[in-house]
């Protein structure tokens, strides 16, 4: 390294990153090895845990297929209808991509309890599904109704991919296809379809990441209809965590890693490979472009499948408490009333709160040590191209890995149950991606500015500091949407490191840290039974990252390349 | 024959008009204009890339004015050649094959065939990506030609080569042309290009035909100024200067003798170019070039008299 302020200014990231990646995952292995008995203490069991999980465990065989479902199906189903809605949007132009985008930008909680809000039986629209027969089983208990969850979650990602990869076809070769005979359904199977392949592969394999590591709508889902049914890997190492058995559920969270791994290598090799799928030239295939009705049509559905579980949240938080549940169900308010969202407010205060902090905080965190680690990595090739992988890497393992051994650590640190947890922990889930994002961001950044400032006589700290920081305000504004948008829906490290409420009775202290995504379980749970004041906690928990959406729209266009 | 009648094109704020326009078989036929003189948009509306808002597009007879891209028995270069980058050379010249339902021995047939004529007989087995720009150029031509189509359309097709495989593919695609006896419409904005190609020029700027001719009879006898300009150096001179009355006068370098004659200007800037040396000189406050052999030897800041070959000077 010729300048060691460069390296200097990637280290806090850096140190950071490798101190709480590397560790847990590698203490994490070393766990499964083990077994905690009653009285606490760590015994030796080899490969114990692995074989109970395949040999033994009663839930074993369950746990295994739902995974597999969850896992196939999500994928399956998003990037099947992604193709025909990205064809959608490049016929009708890609201003429609903002609102399909809206489910990424939804919190996971929030999204899955609006969908089992919808389609409960009981209450919610599934009763008129059930009784005109559309469906036969009850939706809150099918593991069908995850897959729809993650699909719906998963889809925006998947329609982003494909159209960018649409879009990359040069005009000309469009083109070259009708001068030979090919347009319409016939060139879509022997040009798009082929170069817009390893798009699709990508979409596919990150659509299969969510549906592996789903973890919210089982949470949602468990809080309905009980434990042992919609379990995947991920809850099921969830729940052995919070049961306290630290060895199994670190074998559980090592099978996922393993699988999870492969899943990321075939990512990072989808992402950098030109090779394209050849598929025949139909000659019998017609070459009538299809109608724009057809591809209306499928935009149309495609805001319908978006807006509908948001839609009944809505009305459904505007219900006079006596409203929600009779039979049959009422579509619409017979008045708007606001008591659900004081109640949501009144209850939901110190959950809140805390999540406002600890979004801010670690948005803030985030920006800035990804601005510098991301800058040093892209303009002056630190790290190399492992660094850059490593990243990828971390953004496709799922938190889950983290929260046996980093419980540890935060016990030992004497700060569970604190902010403190929270702000050590968080960054972990925000600032690969954050890296990520402004590493592709200083692609066409001139480097030259800073060689500008420098041939001015500053340092590379105050150039960094007045020159690039301050060009770089629309990249950054990304990366603190997506750091802002994880912190805010984060489930699994809440979960795993906080047990109480934020205490208002000595605010300062800031102890007591859960969020407000484990109010909105428990407020699911039938036995709280406050199903209008989650529907408005949902409301209020959507508001300020799509707001946030709104204000860095522009920038979040350009990287999109819809404007 | 293809034939342009009464063909109206408008887009934001620019309109092509082409009032009538022949384009002869057999001939090299070079479309020369300025960028955003409507150049390509012609080539796009004779390739039915566009569909004009008026008029007819007619080849050999039959009105191809509405008829897809594929329907019209024209082939087309693309300025950045457009091969399939998931096909092989093979299937990349046999797709407009395969899509018109030949027989597959006779798809093979034709595309070794033409193979052969445009030497890339030995990487029909490669990717595109595996090819030297030439190469791709080579195949995107073998594309256009397979379907022996009536017309061949070639844009800018020389631009994205450097300067020395430039002057290699000029010719080759006159030999090329000349060989097949084929109608070729090459649209470029390099004059010295379209010159050295052209049988036929067709000057095109702002929306309009200026002139269509071959090239010698253009540059000796152009019909506008902008024509005058464009090809070749040129001066333009008051006439007053000269002694030939009012308006404007304008003459080429290679017409301008220096040394003696009735008029005098002070040399401002010599250039040594090889076979000849070009003055630029101060003509009564109008600056002009003049040529003069390699030998000569005026200097900066010399005040010299020349004459000027009134019988090939131009009135504007």
Do not use: C
């Amino acid at each position: 390294m010729r300048d060691k302020q460069i390296l200097f200014l990637a280290l806090p990231a850096l140190i950071y990153l490798f101190a709480l990646t590397v560790y847990p995952i590698a203490d994490n292995a070393l766990l499964s090895l083990y077994e905690r008995t009653y009285e606490g203490a760590f015994k030796w069991v080899g490969l114990g845990n692995y074989l109970w999980l395949f040999q033994k465990d009663p839930y074993g065989p369950l746990i295994i297929g739902n995974t597999i479902l969850y896992s196939v199906a999500t994928p399956a189903i998003s990037v099947a209808l992604a193709v025909p809605i990205a064809l959608a949007l490049r016929r009708l132009g890609g201003r429609w991509l903002l609102p399909l985008m809206v489910p990424a930008f939804i919190p996971p909680v929030t999204a899955a309890m609006a969908w089992y809000l919808m389609l409960n039986p009981l209450y919610g629209l599934g009763y008129y599904l059930m009784k005109a027969g559309l469906m036969g089983t009850n939706p809150i208990s099918s593991v069908w109704t995850v897959v729809l969850v993650d699909v719906w979650r998963s889809l925006p990602t998947a329609v982003l991919v494909i159209y960018s990869g649409l879009r990359a076809i040069p005009k000309a070769v469009e083109e070259a296809a009708l001068a030979d005979g090919l347009a319409g359904p016939r060139k879509f199977i022997a040009v798009d379809l082929p170069l817009a392949s390893p798009q699709i592969l990508t979409a596919f394999i990150l659509t299969a990441l969510t549906g592996f590591f789903t973890f919210d709508p089982i949470y949602i889902g468990t809080a309905q209809v009980g434990p042992r049914i919609l379990d995947n890997l991920a809850y099921y190492s969830y729940e052995a965590f919070s049961a306290g058995e630290f060895g199994y559920s670190a074998a559980l969270i090592v099978v996922m890693t393993a699988i999870g791994t492969g899943l990321s290598l075939a990512y990072m090799k989808a992402f950098s490979a030109r090779s394209f799928v050849k598929l025949p030239a139909p000659v019998w295939m017609p070459r009538r472009e299809a109608p724009k009705a057809l591809h209306y049509a499928v935009l149309a559905l495609d805001l319908a499948f978006v807006f509908l579980p948001l839609g009944w949240l809505l009305l459904m938080s505007l219900k006079p408490p006596g409203e929600i549940i009779q039979i049959p169900p009422s579509v619409l308010p017979s008045r708007l009333d606001l008591t659900n969202y004081v109640q949501a407010l009144g209850g939901g205060l110190p959950y809140f709160l805390m999540s406002i902090y600890i979004s801010a905080i670690n948005s803030a965190v985030t920006i800035l040590l990804a601005a510098m680690a991301a800058y040093q990595m892209r303009v002056h090739g630190l790290g190399g191209g492992k660094l850059v992988a490593y990243i990828l890497y971390l953004m496709s393992t799922p938190t889950l890995v983290y929260i046996v051994p980093l419980y540890l650590v935060v016990r030992g640190l004497n700060i569970l149950n604190t902010l403190w947890a929270l702000v050590l922990t968080y960054p972990i889930m925000t600032l690969p991606y954050g890296i990520w994002i402004l590493y592709n961001y200083y692609s066409s950044f001139d480097r030259r500015t800073e060689e500008a400032a420098l041939a001015d006589g500053m340092s590379r700290l105050k150039a960094f500091a007045k020159v690039v920081i301050p060009l770089s305000r629309s990249g950054m504004g990304v990366a603190g949407l997506y750091a802002f948008l994880f912190s805010w829906g984060a489930l699994i490290f809440p979960l795993a490191f906080t047990y109480t409420p934020y205490n208002l009775a000595d605010p300062l202290r800031f102890s007591g840290a859960q969020t407000f995504s484990i109010y909105i379980g428990e407020l699911m749970s039938p036995v709280a039974m406050s199903y209008g004041g989650v529907a408005a906690t949902g409301i209020l928990s959507a508001i300020p990252p799509l707001i946030y959406l709104t204000a860095v729209r522009r920038n979040l266009e350009k990287i999109w390349g819809a404007g | 024959m293809l034939i342009l009648k009464d063909v109206v094109k408008t887009f934001k704020g620019f309109t092509l008009r082409v009032d009538y326009l022949e384009i002869p078989d057999g001939r090299y036929v070079v479309v020369l204009g300025p960028s955003g003189s409507g150049k390509t948009t012609l080539l796009r509306l004779i390739a039915g890339l566009e569909r004009p808002d008026g008029g007819s597009v007619v080849l050999d007879g039959r009105d191809v004015t509405n008829l897809p891209v594929w329907e019209r028995d024209v082939g087309i270069v693309f300025q950045s050649y457009a091969l399939y980058p998931h096909l092989t050379v093979f299937d990349n010249i046999a797709m407009p094959l395969k899509n018109k339902r030949l027989p597959k021995p006779e798809i093979r047939r034709r595309v070794e065939e033409i193979a052969v004529v445009l030497n890339i007989a030995d990487q029909l087995h490669k990717y595109p990506h595996q090819l030297s720009g030439g190469q791709q150029q080579r195949v995107a031509i073998a594309r256009a030609l397979v379907k022996e189509p009536k017309v061949l359309l070639l844009d800018e097709p020389l631009s994205n080569l450097d300067a020395r495989l430039r002057l290699e593919v000029r010719g080759f695609l006159k030999e090329l042309q000349r060989r097949l006896h084929a109608t070729v419409l090459h649209v470029t904005h390099d004059q010295e290009e379209a010159m050295a190609l052209g049988d036929l020029l067709v000057v095109i700027n702002n929306g309009r035909i200026e002139q269509v001719g071959p090239p010698d009879e253009l540059y000796a006898r152009p019909k506008s100024l902008f024509v005058f300009q464009f090809l070749g150096l040129s001066n333009l001179v008051p006439a007053k200067l000269v002694g030939l009355g009012e308006g404007l006068v304008g003459f080429r370098p290679e017409d301008v003798a220096l040394g003696e004659g009735d008029h005098r200007a002070k040399v401002l800037r010599e250039e040594y170019l090889g076979p000849y040396k070009l003055y630029e000189l101060d003509f009564n406050g109008v600056r002009i070039k003049a040529r003069a052999p390699p030998t000569a030897a005026f200097r900066e800041g010399d005040v010299v008299q020349f004459s000027i070959d009134v019988k090939k000077a131009l009135r504007f």
